[in-house]
């Protein structure tokens, strides 16, 4: 039996479970617990872990959708750094393309350094297997599929085309967006520092086609004129305890910090 592959969620069995479970048994879990890290690693469309919290997203979002059948439906995400509400986004949206043929789908960051940097690798993630174009990072299929892929400088064009018709833009906040040329989109995603002009914007392309904007927002820069849009009036409908604040949840420990 070979070494115990780290994973930030299936941990590594301490000694005393090993003994207790004896060489064979244990040889079986190893064998088992590297083959589910080898697939997630190989396949994160089918195979990557979804943490609980995204059921919530899913089932808002589903939610939304049968009280609005027909229209744009919205779905904003806050969160923390690391709090993995782009990588929900990314493979979501990577589910609509692969699952709807001919779907119309735009990607929106500030910049497109920080379009490379943050959104592009996880769509690339997320992107079947057998559709990841091997060796050169380029994949073209007939006059449809068109994948060009690197590290470095992200998606050619800013753009791919599956073998199944549908295409994925990456746009920028940084153009002007007056300047942007007219679509009709299924769905966007607007990470980070969008701005009510785009968003507006973004609302008018999902129109025709029913479609859906995914909002991912880390509130750094705190009360942004988005962020004022976005909750002026809002309710709160549920809260659920904060097991990472101590603070919240130790009300001694509160009075001691204030």
């Given amino acids: 039996m070979s070494k115990w592959t ?14 207790a479970w004896g060489p064979e048994e244990t040889a079986r879990r190893w ?6 890290i080898a697939r997630e690693k190989s396949d994160a469309f089918r195979y990557g872990f979804e943490p609980p919290v995204w059921k919530l997203a899913d089932e808002q979002l589903a939610e939304l959708r049968k009280l609005y059948p027909i229209g744009v439906v919205e779905l904003l995400l806050f969160g923390g750094n690391r709090a993995s509400k782009t990588e929900w986004a990314a493979k979501r949206i990577m589910q609509l393309l692969v699952t709807k ?3 119309r789908v735009w990607c929106l960051q500030s910049t497109d350094a920080s379009s490379i940097q943050n959104q592009q690798p996880l769509l690339w993630k ?17 006059v449809t599929a068109n994948i060009t892929y690197s590290q470095k400088g ?18 920028f906040y940084s153009t ?10 299924d769905a966007a995603w607007l990470d980070e520092l969008y701005t009510p002009e785009w968003l ?34 809002a309710k709160t409908l549920v809260s659920v305890p904060a097991e990472l604040l101590p603070v919240a949840r130790d009300p001694e420990l509160a009075e001691e910090v204030a």
């Fill in 6 to 19: 780290k994973h930030e969620v299936l941990k590594i069995p301490t000694r005393e479970q090993m003994l």
């Fill in 31 to 36: 064998m088992v617990r590297e083959q589910i």
């Fill in 101 to 103: 043929p001919n779907a």
């Fill in 126 to 142: 997320y992107l079947p297997t057998e559709w990841r174009p091997a060796g050169t990072g380029k994949m073209r299929q007939g």
């Fill in 154 to 171: 992200g998606f050619t064009e800013s753009t791919f085309v599956l073998p199944n018709g549908s295409q994925c833009w990456f746009k």
């Fill in 176 to 185: 002007d967006v007056g300047n942007v040329e007219g679509a009709e989109l």
């Fill in 200 to 233: 507006e914007a973004i609302r008018y392309r999902l129109v025709t086609r029913n479609g859906m904007a995914l909002k991912t927002f880390t509130p750094v820069l705190g009360y942004s004129p988005s962020v004022k849009a976005e909750l002026s009036g």
